[in-house]
């Protein structure tokens, strides 16, 4: 069984980076697709960005566009997200997700079947 473990998260002021980690292992199958999701008090699951085995363009939530960039290691074994000029809206519990059973979507949670616990991130005005 795989095991998905974040890291990077952490407090910050507005403006400031964080660049959040996303670590596979237990596993040597590559997934179809990884993503970052978020979820702030009071409201639900969101994306925010996400990438596929087979390429192609990524997707980013338009609310980050510009400001975050999803990638990847050549093992495909750890996803990134790089996250620049952050806002208080940004605070979150941010979420690493793994599809491993295939699909054509990779833009929304139903789509993925392995999710690592969690790492908090806080921007402070």
């Known amino acids: 069984q795989v095991q998905l473990v974040e890291s990077g998260g952490g407090s910050v002021h507005v403006g400031g980076s964080l660049r959040l980690s996303c670590a596979a292992s237990g596993r040597t199958t590559r997934p179809y697709a990884m993503g970052w999701f978020r979820q702030a008090p009071g409201k639900e699951r969101e994306s925010v960005a996400a990438?596929?085995?087979?390429?192609?363009?990524?997707y980013t939530e338009d609310s980050v566009k510009g400001r975050f960039t999803i990638s990847k290691d050549g093992a495909e074994n750890t996803v990134y997200l790089q996250m620049n000029n952050l806002r208080p809206e940004d605070t979150a519990v941010y979420y690493c997700a793994a599809d491993y059973s295939g699909g054509v979507g990779f833009q929304r949670p139903f789509e993925y079947d392995t999710w690592g616990r969690g790492t908090q991130v806080t921007v402070s005005s």
């Open positions: 990438i596929r085995r087979s390429g192609g363009p990524t």
